[in-house]
């Protein structure tokens, strides 16, 4: 069939990709009295003009991209990823942290104790299994979020901290799918593409960082660590080189930008005229 346009294709994720959190209207939540544990302000009550989504890739590396990242007004990162030792590179404004269960679950990431997880809004998700109901979830997570979840709303209940809802990832994964010919794995997509989504719906402007590689484009996979893996990049688990075909494809900014920076520009959902 015909391809789709950029807009279209915008336009197609706007509509199915729902940013929906955990909310305590559904069950099993809705028995555990989560209605009242979760935040009273949903995350959709945010709207931000210009943000920044950095991905953890280690091409970010001699950037010096640092200043532009931190002029936007919002800017969102991934899991463990720091600023402090790397503010010439990646900045040192954190508005957003999207996290996967395992830094919540696993005692290396010292989730409570870690600075990185503090005075930022935190999101967390966890691959339930395509068509599992949330009973079945929430008895047999991936990792275990929903403990580490509770204990921190109870202590830090002024903290923003949400839990994503399994249908908006897997909203996400069939829009991926709906881009590609091949038949993609059915595991849930990247933090990175995710959290390009959750920026499109709140922001009007959305600056996306070595997510599509630069000139600096490397095997390494973090610029924060020094293992090597080109599945960082091109994706093992996540359906990531699909979800950078996607992105490429609703790229509303200049090839050199992409080239020089590894920078992508997307429309908000806002401005869209759909
Ligand atoms: O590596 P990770 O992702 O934390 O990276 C965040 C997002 O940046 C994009 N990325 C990263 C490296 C790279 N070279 N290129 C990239 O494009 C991706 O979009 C990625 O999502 C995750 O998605 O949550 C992931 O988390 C890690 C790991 O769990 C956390 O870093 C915590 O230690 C996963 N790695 C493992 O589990 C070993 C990774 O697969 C996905």
Known sequence: GQRRSALQLSCDLKRSARVQTVDGTEEPFLSLGWASLVPSKGLQASEFQRCAVVMSSAAVLNSGLGAEIDSHD??????????????RDVGSKTTIRIINSQIVARPEHAFNHSSLYRNVTLLVWDPARYSANLS?????????????????????????FYILHPKFLWGLWDRIQDNTEERIQPNPPSSGFTGIVLMMSLCHEVSVYEFLPSVRRTDRCHYYEYYQDAACTLGAYHPLLYEKLLIQRINVGGRDQLTAKGKVTLSGFRTLRC
């Open 74 to 87: 919002a800017v969102l990162r991934f899991n463990a990823a720091p600023t402090s030792g790397f503010e």
């Open 136 to 160: 079945e979830w929430f008895k047999q997570p991936d990792f275990d979020l929903f403990s580490g979840y509770v204990e921190r709303r109870l202590r830090h209940p002024e903290q923003p």
